[in-house]
């Protein structure tokens, strides 16, 4: 079990990261500063719940916590203020209060929900995230909480720090292979953003990875995870630094709209989209022989290089230009400047933009 720590003054909070994590969660709570005797409420989903919800209830009864769970559908269906609205009458009928503290045991979605949730319930309760995917490396950590609304994705939403990421990497043995390679997506992204020797390490460790084991996973986890909070760390509300985390998602969300997000997962486009920044950085001529490598990795973890199908390039150029981290309908991508260096680029022209987009589906 290793732990890493996001600085944040006052809200500052620890990452604990490997095997067996979720038998320490009673201790790790009480250091937290939530004491036994509280009521606790977990979010969790319907693929969730029947793998890993009783025993996390039973750790949590057995050191006094009073316990009650709320089980949403699977998939990002559950970011919507209905499921939010539901959630919210269980805690009040389970009488929460300002003492208590919601619990995510789950993906990224879970994550969003019950840190929205607890951001919002009575202004603002204490949360813990439980995370049993391995995207939710990113998402668990950085404190970015949301729903979505029909208009928009985590449109409606807080920046509410957790108190305590508990990351069991045990959990993650029951992740079907997908979900597995997306998460890697954006494993690999914190090393393409921040850290050429990792990413060493990645390429070196890839089979080792993918048959999960358990020093090779911590290890990752710890890595990605020290990237997130570096850059968290220095830019918690996102006014700058944390920009870079956004490496190849201007592609990717347009790749993901696109294809009406069932094609390609969100891990999946973001990994397209990453070897479409490297391309275009070739193409501007701030980087170079860096795409090759790019592709290279990502293949290694069973992801996709090239768009599935023929796509228009005019609406992902649209979509690209109406993405809710762009600037009154500028073109702004996170580029590589080689493995390991990204920088901001505002307004690019489209050209090359479309020569990369060609490139991709040939
Ligand atoms: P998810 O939460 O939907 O989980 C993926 C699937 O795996 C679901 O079907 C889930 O039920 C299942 N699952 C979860 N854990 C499992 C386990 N241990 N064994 C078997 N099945 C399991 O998706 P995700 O990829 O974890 O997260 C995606 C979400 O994260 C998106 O909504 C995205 O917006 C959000 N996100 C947020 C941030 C942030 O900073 N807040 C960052 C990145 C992504
Ligand atoms: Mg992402």
Redesign the pocket.
């Known amino acids: 079990m290793k732990q890493l720590t996001v600085e944040l003054g006052e809200r500052s909070y620890p990452i604990w990261i490997g095997p067996g994590v979720i038998e320490q969660l009673p201790r790790l709570l009480e250091e937290a500063g939530i004491d036994s005797g509280r009521k606790l409420f977990i979010v969790t989903?319907?693929?969730?719940a029947p793998?890993?919800l009783d025993q996390t209830k039973s750790q949590l009864q057995d050191a006094g916590y009073m316990v009650y769970h709320s089980v949403v559908e699977?998939?990002?269906k559950?970011?919507s203020l209905a499921v939010y609205e539901r959630v919210m009458t269980e805690a009040l009928e389970a009488g929460l209060d300002r003492k208590s503290a919601f619990l995510a045991l789950?993906?990224?979605?879970?994550?969003?929900l019950a840190?929205f949730a607890a951001a919002t319930y009575m202004r603002g309760v204490a949360f813990v995230q439980i995370?049993?995917?391995?995207?939710?490396h990113?998402?668990?950590?950085?404190?970015?909480?949301?729903v979505?609304h029909p208009l928009g994705?985590?449109i409606i939403g807080a920046f509410h720090q957790p108190r305590l990421v508990a990351y069991d990497t045990e959990?993650?043995?029951?992740?079907?292979p997908r979900?597995v390679a997306?998460?890697f997506a954006?494993v690999i992204k914190h090393g393409l953003i921040w850290d050429e020797t990792f990413v060493t390490w990645l390429e070196q460790n890839a089979e080792g990875l993918q048959r999960f084991e358990h020093d090779l996973l911590q290890e990752a986890l710890l890595r990605a995870c020290s990237v997130k909070v570096a850059v968290v760390s220095e830019d918690e509300k996102e006014r700058g630094l944390r920009a870079i985390l956004n490496l190849g998602h201007t592609f990717g969300h347009a790749f993901e709209a696109l294809c009406g997000y069932e094609t390609l997962?969100?891990?999946e486009a973001v990994s397209i989209g990453m070897v479409a920044a490297a391309m275009l950085a070739e193409r501007l001529g701030i980087a170079s022989g860096i795409s090759a490598r790019t592709r290279h990795i990502l293949e290694k973890y069973r992801l996709p290089v090239m768009l599935p199908h023929a796509m228009n390039a005019d609406e992902i150029i649209e979509a690209m230009r109406r993405d809710k981290k762009g600037e009154g309908g500028k073109l702004v991508f996170v580029l590589p400047t080689a493995i390991g260096k990204v920088e901001i680029r505002k307004d690019v022209a489209e050209e090359p933009v479309r020569e990369v987009l060609r490139a991709l589906q040939e």
């Open positions: 989903d319907e693929h969730v793998l890993y699977a998939g990002e559950a970011k789950g993906g990224g979605v879970v994550g969003d840190g995370p049993t995917t391995l995207l939710a990113d998402s668990s950590v950085g404190g970015k909480v949301a979505n994705k985590n959990f993650l043995k029951t992740l079907p979900e997306a998460g954006e997962n969100h891990g």
